[in-house]
């Protein structure tokens, strides 16, 4: 069992709104991602971090930004909500470079009005 | 460019029976594939993974095969349950570096008939 955390698991807000989707790993892994996907479909990497003061985009264009100040937190932040911005954001975890296999937390379901 | 897709996006199968699930990438400097389930409201997790210096590998009531010379990826689920109701992702890692990243396919849902 995977120790990742997401919270909120749902969220409703409205266009305009700042919000910061929150994301931990108990595990100490040194890499982290954050993916983006829609109801059955693939899943699309916005940001990843190799460690601490570490943050690269991923291969989906994102207006969200991330930051990674401690080994186990890699929050998710959106300036200004919309409602293109309205999908599931997964978080996970690897432990190694090269052979990754990603520990996934359970999402969070975001819906912006 | 880089692209991991399955062949088909449903398969609906009677309970008892096997599964195959098929994947096909693009990427022929992939070296390590996974496969992962994602059942409705949950995140996806691990089934089982293969190097690419193998052909087969097999878990409990899984095995992945590993076809390199037509880049084809397979999961084959054995007797069938309910509970292999799910979406299915086939996964490949493009390198072995810092700088290797992980695709996903756009993913295959499993029903299972009574």
């Known amino acids: 069992e995977a120790d990742i955390y997401q919270t909120p698991r749902y969220l409703v807000i409205g266009t305009g709104k700042k919000i910061t989707l929150e994301c931990s790993q108990t595990m100490g892994h040194d890499k982290m991602y954050w993916y983006q996907q829609d109801p059955g479909m693939e899943l699309h990497l916005i940001h990843y971090s190799y460690g601490v003061n570490s943050t690269e985009k991923g291969d989906l264009s994102s207006e969200s930004t991330v930051s990674r100040i401690r080994t186990e937190h890699f929050p998710l932040t959106l300036e200004s909500a919309r409602p293109s911005h309205t999908s599931q954001y997964l978080c996970?975890?690897?432990?190694?470079?090269?052979?990754?296999?990603?520990?996934f937390g359970s999402g969070t379901q975001l819906s912006v009005l | 460019g880089e692209s991991v897709g399955l062949h088909l996006p449903t398969l609906s199968v009677q309970e008892g029976d096997n599964s195959i699930i098929n994947c096909a990438y693009s990427?022929?400097?992939?070296?390590?594939f996974i496969w992962y389930k994602q059942e409705s409201g949950k995140g996806p997790q691990f089934i089982i993974d293969?190097?690419?210096?193998?052909d087969k590998r097999q878990g409990q009531r899984v095995t992945v095969l590993l076809n390199k010379t037509v880049k084809h990826l397979s999961l084959q689920i054995a007797a069938t349950q309910p509970g292999d109701s799910a979406v299915y992702f086939c996964a490949e890692n493009t390198g072995y570096s810092s700088a290797s990243k992980i695709i996903f396919g756009s993913g295959t849902r499993l029903s299972i008939r009574p």
């Open positions: 293969i190097r690419s210096n193998m």
């Open positions: 996970a975890s690897s432990e190694s470079l090269g052979r990754e296999k990603l520990f």
């Open positions: 990427n022929s400097a992939s070296d390590y």
